[in-house]
């Protein structure tokens, strides 16, 4: 029964899930965006995490798939992020074969604890290489820890 403890005490400080939503300002001509996103811990210090999001004056959606790696003092969670993704064009519609379809984002960020440990804030800045027109996205999000 000790070493059943044990395991979930060492399980429920490593395994963690992050969920969240956001609200952002991209450098592109299509401005301000919105979205969702959840992250999964597997080891300490690393993440991953996907997300999924729109913008306010387009029908273009994108999911990303990222990994994020961090570290965590005293409430303060600073991190880096890297990940690829796909968009549908400004209509919402998928296009398999287009150039600006795919690409890849790097970043970083930091996340502040809020009262307690579940609840934070998340602010993000990430480069966004799509082919065609690659541009820079700030955002501040609000996470549930579990």
Avoid: C, W
Avoid at 11 to 27: C, P, Q, R
Avoid at 30 to 56: D, H, N, Q, W
Wanted: no cysteine.
């Amino acid at each position: 029964m000790r070493k059943i403890f044990i395991f979930f005490v060492l399980a429920f400080s490593i395994f963690s899930i992050d969920l969240g939503g956001f609200i952002g300002e991209a450098s592109n001509a299509k401005g301000m965006s919105y979205g969702v996103f959840a992250s999964l811990s597997f080891f300490p210090f690393t993440r991953v995490e996907i997300e999924g999001s729109k913008f306010f004056t387009t029908e273009e959606k994108q999911l990303v798939l990222s990994g994020e790696a961090g570290i965590s003092l005293a409430g303060i969670h600073p991190y880096l992020i890297a990940g690829v993704g796909i968009n549908t064009n400004e209509e919402g519609k998928f296009e398999p074969f287009s150039s600006s379809t795919y690409f890849s984002a790097i970043g970083g960020g930091v996340k502040f604890s809020i009262f307690s440990r579940m609840l934070k804030l998340r602010l993000d800045f990430r480069k966004f290489s799509v082919k065609d027109n690659p541009y820079y996205r700030a955002y501040v999000g609000i996470l549930f820890s579990i």
